[in-house]
């Protein structure tokens, strides 16, 4: 695979639909599953005939090839190695452009046996230090995703690294424990998130004591990178990726293209507006930049409302009681709106 030149922009791939809608919008490359060792098992996922189909578009339907990676990204267990080894056989022969891997293993196996497949160093992984990356190239890893919670100043050391190309989150949902070290769905529920089962008990409410009563104490804003598109590519990353295998292929259209308009600097204020209240539309939760520019960053939880926020379309100002009721509010900054009947 030939050196990139520019900066990658991967989009998430659930099932089929989501992946060409990527490739479509605007994406370089996309990551997806199969039916077993994804670490998104509630995803639709692929088939290794539908890899095979999607692998031939993104390779011969776009100039340049667009790139393929299968997420491989839990951790396995002894009698899973036969299967897993005769799907790696079938991957090789389908010629995707990389795996993404968590278990070491599962690594050698891959670097001994596959020569021919690409190693990734899957977030779940849990690299969060330069130390820990400069072990990745002696172990066949050419590439590391990054864990979300790096700061600018780490991830720029980590891109500095030879031999290593670096990947790093811009959009989508956040875990509140360190990435790759979340352990409490499997504790609580018997549900690895290690093994693709995570229970997201961290969306759950909580008995607390004064003002946090009731409240979803752990669950996470959305990542939204948008703003540090600059940093980061002066920063030297490689590939810059979008969270959402378990979104719908319209969420995965939309967040594609406004990614795909911001790397090209091809939106004009207006649309890049318009573009951001889409993705806000279809699915988003407030954003934040987490860790990025601050370490410790406070403000990332969104305690009070758990899942699809919405974006905002106006304030009420006043409720005029009458036949019928009307409801008066602003949107935006523009001219007083009045809707009868609601």
Request: net charge neutral; hydrophobic share 45%.
């Amino acid at each position: 695979m030939p050196p990139l030149t520019t900066v990658e922009l991967l989009a998430p791939a659930g099932g089929l639909e989501a992946a060409y809608a990527a490739l479509q919008h605007g994406a370089d490359a996309i990551y997806l599953g199969l039916k077993q060792f994804s670490a998104r098992a509630e995803a639709e996922n692929f088939t290794l005939d539908e890899v095979a189909e999607v692998t031939a578009y993104a390779h011969e339907a776009f100039q340049p090839p667009r790139r393929v990676y299968v997420t491989l990204n839990t951790i396995l267990f002894t009698a899973e190695v036969a299967p897993l080894a005769r799907s790696l056989v079938r991957l090789e022969q389908i010629g995707v452009d990389a795996l993404i891997v968590q278990d070491l293993g599962l690594g050698r196996l891959v670097r001994e046996a596959f020569p021919g497949l690409r190693l990734h160093a899957s977030t779940q992984m849990a690299i969060h230090s330069l130390a820990g990356a400069r072990q990745l190239p002696r172990l066949g890893f050419s590439r590391v995703v990054l864990a979300r919670e790096l700061t600018l100043p780490e991830v720029a050391a980590v891109a500095a690294l030879p031999h290593l190309q670096t990947e790093v989150f811009v959009h989508g949902a956040l875990c509140y424990a360190y990435s790759g070290l979340c352990l409490l769905s499997s504790h609580l529920r018997g549900a690895s998130g290690n093994r693709g089962a995570c229970a997201y008990l961290c969306r759950n409410t909580f008995r607390a004591t004064g003002d946090d009563a009731g409240k979803a104490l752990m669950s996470m804003k959305d990542l939204a990178l948008s703003e540090a598109l600059p940093q980061l590519r002066q920063a030297g990353v490689h590939s810059l990726k979008i969270e959402g295998r378990k979104k719908s292929p319209l969420y995965v259209a939309a967040v594609t293209g406004l990614y795909r308009g911001l790397l090209d600097g091809t939106l004009s204020a207006a649309q890049r507006r318009d573009a951001e209240h889409d993705v806000k539309t279809i699915f988003s939760r407030p954003w934040t930049t987490f860790h990025l520019h601050q370490a410790g960053q406070p403000g990332v939880t969104d305690p009070d409302t758990v899942g699809h926020r919405g974006a905002p379309i106006g304030t009420v100002e006043a409720i005029q009681r009458g036949q019928p009721d009307q409801l008066v509010f602003t949107v935006g900054e523009r001219a007083l709106e009045r809707y009868d009947g609601l």
